[in-house]
């Protein structure tokens, strides 16, 4: 597995890097043990100067780092500024609130006379972390924020089409006073994850990708005792009941499934519409999205962008031509994506039975399935019936319905009114195939957290 830049709207490779050995890789885990056992001494207001530093550089200089990722991915410049601007948040609230969720908790105790007893919150160790391409600094600093902020050190082995967006962030903690081997990016084959994950000093382990990526970080960190969390692969539903908007609905819609090239584990990728706003639903949504345009991502005019690589858009063919092959019908959208580039047409499929494969499939790019529902009772159906639990979104312009909607599904997140909410202070995660464990907020910094009980008894205390 190369490391490797090419660029997603020229298709030219404009750099590569060269992967490290198991012995360079040994020295990074003695780097990242070591500086641990000082990291966690280090008064967390001093943790929270670096992320708040980061931070800062970070919107100082957006441009810069946006560009890189536009170069790498492809991502349209105004999604990567805004993508620019999320992390900077997430490092930002960690730099408020790290040492207040550090904060002991006590516990009543039957007898007060007794004792006391609390809860300490203490780092584990090293983490060992592995990101994918679609969101290069937001997949970062999701796990980095929180986890030197609670004074664990983390190594990163990120996506290896996103090489130079993964060295801008390990340089961005080094400048903002990160200590050497507090967060170390690394350029590994996917054979020395086990490497990492087997030695006694790394003490948890976190992904974000696919099902399949999951299973196999899974089962290393079972092998060998490690606390993992995962976040998978999502077919969010997005419903749209009979009294919803339907022009601001197709309006989220399009965007929806849509931004960031489609390529987003929460993006809306089945739209479910009960049958009595179906026809205008569906005449208005391709309209929206025949009005997509493609181009060159750095300019602002384009709206699609293209995929992250020409084996994303194979994978993506190979899909679509199973699901036609079972009786789905595939509509072709919009005027022909360019040539060159690494553009898939948008493609709208609908008339999929519940037989058929891409009815519990991903499909990741701008391609929809469209669903009609008979009813609100047959809209949560079809939604959970996937093999996946992360995201989703119910259309309405009843609020109390809403909730009560968003509460049968089967998921992690539900968004009433929009498809999605990806935001500092708003926790993600899933459930099914879609992993396990969260990120952000006080349940992300707690997941590789050691909380410790602590009973202290007056040692004049009667026997």
Known sequence: MAYRTINPYTEEEVASFEQISAEQL?????????????WRETPVSEREAVLARAAAALRADKRRYAEILTLEMGKLIGEAEAEVDLSAEILDYYATNSEKLLEPRPLPVADP???????????LGVLFAVEPWNFPYYQLARVAAPQLGAGNTIIIKHASNVPQAALAFEKLLLDAGAPRGVYTNVFIPHSLSEHVIADPRVRGVALTGSEGAGQSIAMLAAKYLKKSTLELGGADAFIVLDDANIDKSVEWAVFGRHWNGGQVCVSSKRLIVVDAVYEEFLDKYRKGVAALKTGDPLDPATTLAPLSSGSAGEDIKVLVDE??????????????????GFFYQPTILTDISEDNPAFHKEFFGPVTQLYRAKDEADAIRIANDSPFGLGGSVFTEDEERGTRVAKQLDTGMVFINHPTGVKADIPFGGVKLSGYGHELIYLGFDEFLNVK????????APF
């Open 26 to 38: 040994d020295a990074v885990i003695s780097t990242a043990h070591e500086a641990f056992l000082s």
């Open 113 to 123: 006379a007794e004792g006391k007893v609390f809860l300490s919150k203490e780092p």
């Open 323 to 340: 699901a036609v092959a079972n009786g789905a019908k595939a509509e072709l959208v919009g005027e022909p994506v360019p040539e060159h």
């Open 453 to 460: 009980v602590i009973d202290v008894v007056d040692i004049n």
